[in-house]
């Protein structure tokens, strides 16, 4: 299975290739050299494209307290109807 570069330098991951990995628009995928000199295409976690995904990954109670939060503004806003 082949595919082109584009002058932007990017690539489409084939059809078959997303459904192996269960790959939506929008997930992240991380790309690693191993020690053979072959790429490997994996999707990165269960937090790839959540508001907040990088700043959970260093401090992982932060997206939880977001959560926490968020759900305690709406609550508040809803008692203001």
Known sequence: MTTKI?????????????KAL???PGDEVEFQLNDNGE???????????KVGSRRAQLHP???E????????LLALLRGLD
């Open 6 to 18: 584009t002058a932007r330098g990017q690539v489409t991951v084939p059809e078959r290739m997303r």
């Open 22 to 24: 269960q790959l939506s």
């Open 39 to 49: 790429l490997v295409l994996r999707k990165v976690g269960p937090t790839a494209g």
């Open 61 to 63: 109670r932060l997206e």
């Open 65 to 72: 307290q977001m959560r926490r939060r968020a759900a305690e």
